[in-house]
């Protein structure tokens, strides 16, 4: 549909960005902190790990100010949980705790809204060595962690997430489960146990702060049909149930999605519920949804011959294939980043008109961004007009999606600074802000401001009306 004028992106949209504390503070064993799964990740050689990252635990001030130069309204990020409970269910740190109260009181004082991410894929080792999310025991451990978080942050932090992409944790979850890939039955069992906890975190919220909002954040996207072919519809239909719908559904309905049900009984990795949980489910009512998005995907039926699955590597936007639910397609009306991600800026405009349409709630873009291999240029300067040409399609479409009626509150992409790729290094940079480090050696970590950064200023200060 054309529309006359498109709609002005509304006063108070928060403007944001993204990190996540792994991929971005370092410090890793700093001040009482213990190791996550994270902290046990082995790249392949000429890869960093998340050891000292950004460094951002001890540039967080000067971090600040740059976001506040940049004029940012929102800053995502997540809370190490091994920060603030090292063992994951035991003694508070104190010293951990502190720094997200430092962090918080320099966003508040800055007028940047702090959206607060609970568990973003580094669950504390001492958790992990006990059987992880597919013990009960992991839910007592989130729900005292999220009353600390509450009790300590929530005077300030009004805006939470509980989990980052849990569905990504289920179908990718190679990154997350160090030593030992769980296979598809304990991964549903942990995915359901993450939905209670996040059903108790909520309704925890609710009653201590009424006044503060919470909601989940999956990787959602639009999955095409390879062809009109009905069976193509259908092998679409049924991937994006199981990849996305039923993430939200259990969240916003407190019920499995059918289809994705119908799924996990075919292949056997049906969860155990236990009693009380679907009463809990249908209870706890996220106030708005976060949603991490980065490309669409195409699929078409699959023909169950052994061959469903494309033998090359994928990673969590690249859909390989399963035996005998869908095959991976080609969408020649696409293109892809220099890493293989399709770049579907419209894309993002149908993921959030399905998302309002099937949920009703106000929704964040908690991530969107694009992985480059920037460059330090000899004038000082860091030149990504890729990243400004990327980020602005995808504006452009979230204001027709605002123009279409979809209450979009905010939008952060990702990231606010280069950090760690969740298994690509640093070499593929995100951020508005380049920090001098290369894949091993530290360089000074000096902050630089690219070019996107001073674009995106120019889009913040007219609310985007400047693009
Ligand atoms: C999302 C994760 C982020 C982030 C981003 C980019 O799936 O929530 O943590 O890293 O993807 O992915 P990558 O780092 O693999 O390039």
């Not at 005292?144 to 300590?152: D, H, K, P, T």
């Not at 359901?192 to 503060?212: C, G, I, Q, R």
């Not at 679409?236 to 996305?244: P, T």
Request: net charge negative; hydrophobic share 40%; with cysteine.
């Amino acid at each position: 549909m054309f529309y006359k004028q498109a709609k002005a992106f509304p006063d108070g949209f928060l403007w944001g960005a993204s990190t996540s504390s792994y991929q971005v503070e370092g410090a890793w064993n700093a001040d009482g902190k213990c190791p996550s799964v994270q902290d046990l990740h082995e790249p392949p050689a000429g890869i960093t790990d998340f050891k000292v990252a950004s460094d951002h635990y001890h540039h967080m001030e000067e971090d600040v100010e740059l976001m506040a130069e940049l004029g940012l309204k929102a800053y995502r990020f997540s809370v190490s949980w091994s920060r603030v409970i090292p063992d994951g269910a035991g003694k508070v740190n104190e010293a951990g705790l502190a720094f997200y109260g430092r962090l918080v009181d320099a966003l508040v004082a800055h007028d940047i809204v702090p959206v607060a991410t609970m568990f973003h894929f580094d669950l504390p080792l001492a958790l992990h060595e006990n059987g992880g999310w597919a013990e009960r025991a992991t839910i007592d451990a989130f729900e005292r962690y999220a009353r600390v978080l509450f009790e300590r942050l929530g005077d300030r932090v009004k805006h939470w997430l509980t989990i980052n992409e849990q569905n990504v944790m289920v179908i990718h979850p190679g990154a997350m489960n160090p030593g030992r890939v769980p296979d598809q039955p304990e991964l549903y069992q942990q995915s359901h146990n993450m939905f209670v906890a996040s059903a108790k975190a909520t309704l925890l919220l609710h009653e201590m702060w009424p006044d503060a909002k919470i909601g989940p954040a999956p990787n959602i996207t639009a999955i095409y049909p390879a062809s009109c072919d009905p069976r193509d519809v259908i092998a679409a239909d049924n991937w994006e149930a199981i990849r996305c719908w039923n993430y939200l559904d259990v969240a916003c309905f407190g019920h499995y999605n059918p289809l994705a049900w119908a799924y996990m009984e075919e292949k056997g990795c049906a969860p155990r519920i236990e009693p009380g949980d679907m009463e809990l489910l249908a209870k706890a009512k996220p106030d708005y949804l976060g949603c991490n998005y980065y490309a669409t995907a195409t699929v078409a039926a699959a023909k169950n011959d052994g061959h469903d699955r494309a033998p090359r590597a994928g990673d969590q936007q690249v859909m390989l294939g399963e035996e005998g639910v869908y095959r991976g397609a080609e969408n020649s009306s696409l293109t892809k980043t220099e890493y293989g991600w399709i770049i579907d800026a419209v894309g993002l405009r149908t993921t959030l008109r399905r998302i309002a349409g099937r949920y009703g709630l106000p929704i964040l873009i908690t991530e969107n961004g694009l992985g480059a291999k920037d460059v330090l240029e000899t004038d000082g300067i860091v030149h990504d007009p890729y990243r400004i040409d990327y980020l602005r399609r995808h504006f452009e479409q979230a204001q027709l999606a605002i123009t279409d009626g979809v209450d979009l509150i905010g939008y952060c992409p990702w990231s606010f600074m280069d950090l760690v790729s969740t298994h690509q290094g640093y070499g593929k940079r995100y951020g508005f802000v380049y920090i001098d480090r290369g894949e091993e050696e530290l360089g000074s970590l000096a902050r630089i401001p690219k070019d996107s950064f001073r674009w995106y200023k120019g889009v913040i200060r007219s609310n985007g009306a400047e693009m």
